[in-house]
């Protein structure tokens, strides 16, 4: 099988003629990103070529030449993608007018080439990972190590009894160079004699025209049209027999040898031949090997993408001929395909078109319909061709060998079976188990037990189980009890025939019988009667006695080590028919008493009261103290009575404020008094720790510093704090209630403190004074001389926050700024330049007067 882009046609001779009329254009691909679309509106059917300049000239001079390029077409558009390059579009056909057929360069698009028309092709399922959603086409790629095909075929009639089913995967390998090869699994079918064949090809998709090497199996090494592949067919000794319907499975699967190379497996499984169904057992008839030293990975790859020799990343069943460059036409066929490929199980492709593009074995006449769960392709239905969602595809992966019956199940399978299968009057089979076996592992399974289709290969096996029932008559004293018995299995007698609820039969002899058929059974009872004993602890005790037997009632009854119970009846009764005793008893306890200073036990009578010490004395100065309210315990069930005791010690303080004695738990920690006051006067222990353990009786005497509440009143507020006994009180010089006031202080400064204290010092208010940017501390109330002397040629003028004039008395009752500014006096002002001399004459006077001084 070759590709079919760029496909290689037969050698052709043709010359011009006007038997062979031809169309030709010259195009020229600029880059590898364009296409050549060609568009033909005349009906009919012509042939279509490609070649470049060179082949051109000597297949017009009746040469044969290989084309890159062949096809037939009919009115429609083609889509041709090629490398870049100078190309001749030949098209045999004679036209008045050249309009009628438009040869175009256009950019590159996938979807135009998947989508543009074709006369014959292989049909089937092919995915090239183009979804439409909501009729919009979407992109999407899908890697996977395995591709399987299964199909169903009921119809076939392939005209000339030949044809093909075939799986078609691009295999990408990723290593220091990535490779690209087309993998083929096909099924040949030869329909006249009812027989089928397996073969498998690899062809180098790696660049155009590339040839296959460094590839190893059971095939060899073909050549077609100069260019060599790898095929591999079994012998005719493995051709097999089939018959309608037919239903399997191809597969081709993929593993990756680091460093080495790629194993590639093709393998078929047939589940259905016939009205013989066959469980999912793959037969891998040839496994390859393509060598390739730095391969990284290697998947089978299906996108919306073209390979390096320009055909399609796809994957795909299809239907064709059995010869390449042919074409079948099927009188009749009907089957059922799905494509799936594996991703944590099998898993449909999203979406299919019905015809391939990579190979060159064509049908024709064959459409195909999506229904709700499966694709059907047939002779008899119409398809649109585009791009159709894959349905939820139900596929049959579930093979179970439903006891002895084989089937496969595509839906939830309840298992149901007959439960009961009568042999005869006396004797039965009944179902009493379902094995399930899942790949060796054996479980078993209730009656309408539901097994799930999965979504991989399994196969299971469920079988029932059946036992024989015989039917058996036994004879017993009070009637007679007739029942089905399991085959070798053992009756046991009931060892007792209750008559009524006081008298019963005893069984006298072995109640073991192997049931080995139909029975008829009379045994052996004894009589017995019931024995009533109503104990003194409420409980009641029952006995079958023999008829005639004497019974012993014991004197003394103990319930366990700590209670017990003495019979003040008879203890000696013949038993002739059935009784019921109850004896009278007197109920005691054993009482342990457990005292710090000795244990006592003794057995008390039920209800005494027993009253427990509540102080218990070692000496005068140690005791033990009930650590309880409750001294008494009334004796109503076996006890051991341990009160729970205080060892005390008696405990002398001597405190400040008197002596105290008290009794004090061992162990226990006695908190000293941090402060004890006394009015004004406090007392601060003056040890670090104030917890002191008691371990035995003490006479303690903490040390205390003594502290005298202070109560200091100074101008801005009174302080009360407590000092220590001699300690010296610092009292502030000055106090400052803003920056312009203060109080001095106007007695001593220092107080020793001996004894609760009122301490009321005398402080002088004072003001701050700036007079002419000089600051002075003024008490309040002082008396201040607020003067400048002058000459009569000036008068001064004090600015602050008083009016004053110059030579006046202030009394100072708050802060003060006062300036004083000189200036002329009036009087002189007129007096022009003499004024000015005189002032100048009166300021050396001034200087020569302060000299003087």
Not at 351 to 373: D, G, R
Request: glycine content about 4%; overall charge positive; aromatic content about 14%.
């Amino acid at each position: 099988m070759v590709q079919r882009i760029p496909g290689e046609p037969p050698p052709v001779i043709k010359t011009y003629a006007v038997a062979y009329p031809i169309f030709e254009k010259y195009v020229s691909l600029n880059n590898c990103s364009q296409e050549i679309i060609v568009q033909d509106n005349c009906p009919g059917i012509y042939c279509l070529y490609v070649f470049t300049p060179q082949t051109y000239c000597l297949w017009s001079l009746g040469h044969s030449e290989n084309a890159i390029f062949s096809t037939e077409i009919t009115k429609g558009t083609y889509v041709i993608p090629l490398n870049k390059g100078n190309y001749v579009v030949v098209i045999n056909h004679f036209l008045g007018k050249d309009s009628n057929i438009n040869v175009n360069v256009a950019p590159r698009s996938f979807c135009s080439f998947i989508m543009s028309n074709r006369l014959a092709s292989p049909k089937g399922i092919v995915s090239y990972g183009i979804y439409d959603y909501s009729g919009e086409l979407q992109n999407y790629c899908i890697r996977t190590s395995s591709i399987l095909g299964y199909f169903n075929i009921s119809c076939f009639e392939p005209k000339g009894c030949l044809a093909s089913l075939q799986l078609n995967a691009v295999l990408l390998i990723n290593g220091g160079n990535d490779y690209e090869y087309f993998l083929q699994n096909i099924i040949k079918f030869e329909n006249c004699f009812h027989w089928f064949y397996l073969e498998d090809n690899i062809w180098n998709f790696s660049s155009y025209r590339a040839n296959i090497y460094h590839v190893e199996g059971k095939g060899i090494i073909n050549s077609y049209c100069n260019r060599t592949y790898y095929c591999y067919s079994p012998p005719c000794l493995y051709d097999i027999k089939y018959s309608l319907p037919l239903a399997g499975y191809l597969i081709i699967n993929v593993t990756t040898v680091q460093g080495k190379g790629v194993y590639v497996t093709f393998g078929f499984s047939s589940i259905q031949n016939g009205q013989e169904i066959l469980p999912p057992i793959f037969t891998y008839y040839d496994k390859v090997f393509i060598s390739c030293p730095n391969v990284n990975s290697a998947c089978i790859v299906i996108k919306p993408d073209f390979t390096k020799s320009l055909n399609a990343f796809s994957a795909g069943l299809v239907f064709g001929s059995y010869e390449q460059l042919s074409t079948v036409k099927f009188n009749n066929l009907n089957s059922t395909l799905a494509l799936l490929y594996c991703n944590q199980g099998w898993k449909p492709v999203p979406s299919f078109f019905s015809y391939c593009v990579n190979s060159l074995e064509s049908a024709c006449n064959l459409n195909f319909k999506a229904a709700s769960s499966k694709i059907l392709v047939s002779t008899n239905v119409q398809c649109p061709n585009s791009v159709i969602d894959m349905p939820r595809v139900s596929v049959p992966f579930t093979f179970i060998d439903y006891n002895g019956k084989p089937i496969y199940i595509e839906k939830p399978f309840n298992i149901s079976l007959p439960q009961t299968i009568y042999i005869c009057k006396n004797e039965k089979q009944c179902l009493y188990k379902i094995c399930l076996c899942i790949n060796g592992i054996r479980q078993q399974i209730n009656d309408g037990y539901i097994i799930y289709p999965r979504c991989y290969f399994i196969s299971i096996n469920v079988t029932a189980f059946y036992n024989t029932y015989y039917f058996i008559r036994i004879l017993y004293p009070n009637g007679t009890f007739c029942s089905w018995f399991l085959s070798c299995s053992k009756i046991c007698l009931p060892k007792i025939i209750q008559v009524c609820k006081f008298i019963r039969y005893n069984l006298n002899q072995s109640p073991t019988i192997v049931v080995r058929g139909p029975l008829n059974i009379t045994p052996y009872y004894e009589l017995q009667y019931l024995v009533i004993i109503n104990l003194p602890n409420n409980k009641t005790q029952q006995e079958w006695i023999n008829n005639g037997t004497i019974i012993q009632i014991p004197k003394t009854i103990y319930v366990n080590d700590e209670t017990r119970y003495y019979i003040l009846s008879p203890n000696e009764i013949k038993v002739v028919g059935p009784l019921n005793i109850t004896p009278y008893y007197e109920l005691q306890y054993l009482v342990k008493l457990i005292l710090p200073n000795g244990t006592e036990e003794e057995w008390i009578n039920n209800g005494t009261i027993i009253q427990i010490p509540k102080t218990i004395y070692v000496n005068s100065t140690s005791r033990y103290y009930l650590n309880s309210t409750y001294n008494s315990v009334i004796i109503n069930k076996p006890i051991i009575i341990e009160p729970n005791y205080k060892l005390q010690y008696l405990v002398k303080l001597i405190l400040p404020n008197g002596t105290e004695e008290e009794w004090i738990d061992s162990h226990s920690d006695l908190i000293l008094p941090k402060i004890i006051q006394i009015n004004d006067t406090r007392y601060i222990l003056s040890e670090q720790n104030n917890i002191i353990e008691i371990l035995n009786c003490r006479v303690l005497c903490p040390k205390y510093d003594v502290y005298y509440l202070v109560k200091l009143i100074l101008p801005n507020g009174t302080e009360e704090t407590w000092i220590k006994d001699g300690c010296v009180i610092i009292l502030p010089q000055y106090i400052y209630i803003s920056s312009y006031e203060r109080y001095v202080l106007n007695s001593t400064q220092f107080v020793i403190v001996h004894s609760p204290l009122v301490i009321h010092p005398e402080y002088i208010k004072q003001y701050l004074i700036n007079i002419n940017g000089i600051y002075y501390w003024y008490n309040q109330g002082a008396k201040v001389l607020i003067k400048i002397a002058t000459t009569p040629f000036f008068i001064v003028k004090w600015v602050g926050s008083i009016k004053v004039t110059n030579g006046e008395i202030i009394t100072i009752n708050g802060p003060l700024k006062l300036k004083a500014e000189i200036l002329i006096n009036p009087l002189f002002e007129y007096l022009g330049i003499a004024g000015i001399i005189a002032i100048i004459v009166l300021a050396i006077t001034n200087v020569i007067r302060h000299k003087s001084k």
